[in-house]
Nanobody
Framework: QVQLVESGGGLVQAGGSLRLSCAASGSISSITVMGWYRQAPGKQRELVATITTEGRTNYAHSVKGRFTLSRDNAKYTVYLQMNSLKPEDTAVYYC??????????WGQGTQVTVSS
């Protein structure tokens, strides 16, 4: 099993910044891709950004240039730096990890609210 613990959500004004963290524990040695997804009220969960163990990143078009995803492989932790936040970034953000033998795991979610 893999456990994911998220932190860093909160309330911020438009144009502000937040940093989300997600630490993995448990069966972590076979984790390859980690990342973040988000789900706004009434909408489907969508990709925000992912990162491989080699550091290759993939971003949703809507966050490119504003969000930066990084990874500390020694700590099995990923960090999502979110700058120039917009009200449409408001959502519950979920950490995601893929273990090649055990499958996909999700964190409990952290609320990000951007006020206009």
């Amino acid at each position: 099993q893999v456990q994911l613990v998220e932190s860093g959500g909160g309330l911020v004004q438009a144009g502000g910044s937040l940093r989300l963290s997600c630490a993995a524990s448990g069966s972590i040695s076979s984790i390859t891709v980690m990342g973040w997804y988000r789900q706004a009220p009434g909408k489907q969960r969508e990709l925000v950004a992912t990162i491989t163990t080699e550091g290759r990143t993939n971003y949703a078009h809507s966050v490119k240039g504003r969000f930066t995803l990084s990874r500390d492989n020694a700590k099995y932790t990923v960090y999502l730096q979110m700058n120039s936040l917009k009200p449409e970034d408001t959502a519950v953000y979920y950490c995601n990890a893929f273990n090649v033998f055990l499958g996909t795991y999700w964190g409990q979610g952290t609320q990000v609210t951007v006020s206009s």
